[in-house]
């Protein structure tokens, strides 16, 4: 579920990946604020508590595929652990957590990113994983990819919204059983209009952003 929340000057919205049907975007889109140069690269800390064995390192790799693509410039960067298990902007921490009973959460919600700004700048975010639903890295038709949500939550993180291109990261149905795991030009297209290489420029027809704090909806897979 999407909802913004206006603190003064700060906006903050969250984007869900869920269990129902979505109205699709016209290929990618973006969020609307974006991080400013001298926030890059963007850290981040991992609370493992109650997460299976393998979740820092799927987070870890999520944004590091991100990170290590040289068609944008962008980066995330892994500092630690915490304890926090909240999303809240005061803390200064951008957080992903593991939520084991996925209480407080929308039983159909798989994954939420929260993000906050200051105009266009975007300024925090944490996400969250719903552990109460079929997680697997070896999905099969009645569970859903740990890698494939988690590359696509840090998109969010970064400042895309959703897709309607059926092989984008960004996507915006997480299909049961379904493995995506890797950038189409589709979402690195998305990611250069925010962040562009000096090579590169600004891509042609697209705009930076989008009106503050705007969000362009849910994530939700079918069955």
Known sequence: MARTILLRALSGAALAVTLLAAGPASAYQLIGPKWQ???VPVDYRINPNGAPREFTEVVRTA???WSSDNRFDFSFRHVGSSDVAHATYTDRTHVVYWNRSGAGMDPTTLATTF??????AMIAFDMVFNGSVPWSLNPNSRQYDLRSVALHEFGHALGLAHSDK???VMYYKTPLGTRRRSLTTDDV????TLYPTSASGPLPGRPDLLAPGRSTGDT???F
């Open 37 to 39: 140069r001298a926030d």
């Open 189 to 192: 297209a998305g990611a250069a």
């Open 115 to 120: 993000h906050w700004n200051r105009g266009n």
């Open 63 to 65: 944004a590091s595929v």
């Open 220 to 222: 939700r897979p079918s």
């Open 166 to 168: 059926y092989s984008a």
